[in-house]
């Protein structure tokens, strides 16, 4: 079988400008949060789309939408692909949009071409990436993979003390939680179209990004009580300061990262609550919120333990009251090897030049790995700049990541059998 993906690049990009148009913030700063007006308006244009490609869509109960191209063995675990399409308050138009209007597009590109699937390829809308409402990110994957049951998600509320349950109910998704999780072997694999969100790529002047691995966030949460008082009238020695404290623990991090012995090790404090955060007032309490992040569980789980014992250390030392939580502490992936050695093949049979990368930034991509082997293909961002406004892909990227996807979904479609052949000629955009 011959694959010749026939991809409409204008198409593509004005779907993209259409998307970035349903925010509660004017362009070029985008913001869409789960279960808003603008979120609620995206999800019926990309399912309007979705539907004139032909493509059966079903949502579960948490809002994750699944839009199949049935393959000729449609009881086969299907190939997946897709992303996410909430925005964290001005941030801009590309962030996830890429890989779901991608995903769309690669799959009508093999239609016009007139492949036939064997495996169906499903595209998936991930329900709420970002943690901007509920405080916790990939919540449609998490719960998909079982990472996070239905009554984790109940408890889930937002800053105005609304659950989860309540506004995922008014906003038309009733349908059980306990349904959201997927049965075991229920895709085959998966691959997620995305910016890199840093600067390597396009520094490096290489077009496509094949990720290897993907870095697993760990948060910490720690409180330090102090005792306060009058910044005139406490004198140094018997000061019991809770933000002397948290600057020495803060500083800390920093140094346990930088001594990890490897550079995908990355911490970052990056809350400091103060109270009674007033300048005349010794800080009595302190609230810090810590990341963690590494390719290698091990090594991460190195650092979380040094950090801490340091806050112990600072607070018996400081005579200061102090508590760690551990919020969330997932384990990194490793890209799935058949899938990867699909994607690599994909790139040299289209001629394009790649890079084998490490994801920094954690992504739906991170969970369904738990359930299907999985990959990701990177493009570049111009100054690797993300989750503000100017975040930007050039078109010409866009369409190179998207070919790439769709050739890559049709050899994983015919996996376990000889892999289709990619006519040998340069990407054909269908203007």
């Not at 809308?125 to 998909?144: D, I, Q, V, Y």
């Not at 009733?174 to 998966?190: D, K, Q």
């Not at 077009?207 to 949460?221: D, E, F, S, Y």
Request: charged share 25%; hydrophobic share 40%.
């Amino acid at each position: 079988m011959i694959v010749k993906p026939l991809l409409d690049a204008e198409r593509l990009l004005e779907e993209l400008d259409t998307l970035a148009s349903y925010s509660d913030t004017p362009k070029p700063a985008i913001t869409r949060v789960i279960f808003t007006k603008p979120d609620l308006e995206a999800r019926a244009y990309l399912g309007g789309l979705c539907q004139e490609a032909g493509l059966s869509i079903r949502q579960d109960g948490l809002g994750n939408i699944f839009a199949r191209w049935e393959g000729s063995e449609p009881d086969a675990p299907a190939v997946a692909t897709g992303s996410h399409y909430d925005a964290i308050p001005y941030a801009g138009a590309y962030d996830g949009t890429v890989g779901v209007l991608g995903g769309l597009e690669a799959i009508r590109a093999l239609q016009r071409g007139g492949f036939r699937p064997k495996r169906s390829i499903e595209l998936i809308l991930f329900t709420s990436e970002e943690p901007t409402r509920f405080g916790m990110g990939c919540l449609g994957s998490r719960a998909m993979a079982g990472v996070l049951g239905p009554d984790n998600l109940r408890q889930l509320t937002d800053a105005e003390g609304r659950t989860l349950e309540e506004v995922r109910q008014e906003a038309g998704y009733g349908a059980p939680l306990e349904e959201v999780v997927l049965p075991e072997g229920f895709y085959h694999s998966f691959v997620e179209l995305h910016i890199e969100q840093g600067p390597i790529l396009e520094q490096d002047h290489v077009p496509i990004g094949v990720v290897t691995a993907i870095a697993a966030p760990a948060a910490l949460r720690v409180t330090l009580e102090g005792k306060g008082g009058h910044a005139g009238t406490v004198l140094m020695p018997d000061r019991r300061d809770a933000l002397c404290a948290a600057a020495e623990i803060i500083l800390g991090v920093e140094a346990f990262a930088k001594n990890s012995g490897s550079i995908n090790t990355v911490a970052t404090t990056g809350f400091c609550e103060v109270y009674p955060n007033a300048v005349n007032s010794v800080p009595s309490k302190v609230r810090l919120e810590i990341d963690v992040r590494d390719v290698e569980q091990a090594r991460r789980d190195g650092v979380i333990r040094s950090i801490i014992q340091g806050v112990e250390q600072v607070g018996t030392r400081r005579e200061v009251g102090y508590n760690v939580q551990i919020i969330n502490i997932d384990p990194p992936a490793k890209a799935g090897s058949e899938v990867l050695k699909a994607l690599v093949s994909s790139c040299g049979e289209a001629g394009v030049k790649f890079k084998p990368m490490v994801s920094r930034a954690y992504h739906d991509s991170l969970f369904m790995a738990r359930i299907a082997p999985t990959t990701m293909v990177f493009i570049p961002c111009r100054d690797g700049v993300s989750h503000r406004p100017d975040e930007y892909a050039v078109p010409e990227d866009i369409v190179r990541g998207t070919y790439i996807l769709a050739l890559t979904l049709a050899k994983l479609s015919y996996a376990d059998e000889k892999p289709p052949q990619v006519k040998d000629e340069p990407m054909t955009l269908n203007d």
